[in-house]
């Protein structure tokens, strides 16, 4: 067995043809005043990969094969990418999914599909919310004196209240 995508079973006959990675790195470009601009190191782009299948006749129903994928792409949603060897690649959608038929038979029923497929990595949901705790939630500055308030008020509130009382 080759890999796993979602209900995809690619077994060794259906194994891409090609099969390729990109990763991207981001940078921000500032313009100086003067000399060169600089750059900024932003992070990792999402990983995308691309796979080419040859579907034949003669180990597959090459039109089942093609609708099976549409159908995964069609659900918009990310399925686990397992290469035959164990190997945990992550969450993936399908982004593209190109067909070039290259034989028919005499009743027009496809023989032979060349497909092409672009799956991109979508990130644990985990990351992006520990993220966003992160980012709700920000650190006092350095020497700043910190007071914790009763559970479920706020410090500036719990201030006021002594302020006010003390009118």
Aim: charged letters at 25%; glycine letters at 8%.
């Amino acid at each position: 067995m080759f890999a796993y995508f979602g209900e995809l079973k690619l077994e060794m006959s259906m194994a891409p043809t090609s099969f390729s990675e990109k990763r991207e790195y981001a940078f921000a470009e500032h313009p100086v005043l003067q000399g060169r601009p600089q750059l900024q190191k932003i992070g990792e782009n999402l990983r995308e990969q691309d796979l080419a299948f040859r579907f034949h006749r003669g180990f597959c129903d090459p039109a089942a094969a093609i609708g099976l994928l549409r159908d995964l792409a069609e659900a918009q949603d990310a399925f686990l990418f397992v290469l035959g060897d164990g190997t945990f690649e992550g969450d993936y959608v399908i982004t593209s999914i190109g067909s070039v038929v290259e034989m028919l038979d005499g009743s027009g029923a496809p023989v032979w599909i060349e497909v092409t497929v672009t799956l991109k990595e979508v990130p644990p949901e985990r990351v992006v919310q520990a993220e966003q705790k992160r980012a709700k939630s920000p650190k006092p500055q350095k020497g700043a004196r910190v007071r914790s308030a009763a559970k479920g008020k706020s410090s500036v509130a719990s201030a006021n209240r002594v302020k006010l009382a003390g009118a």
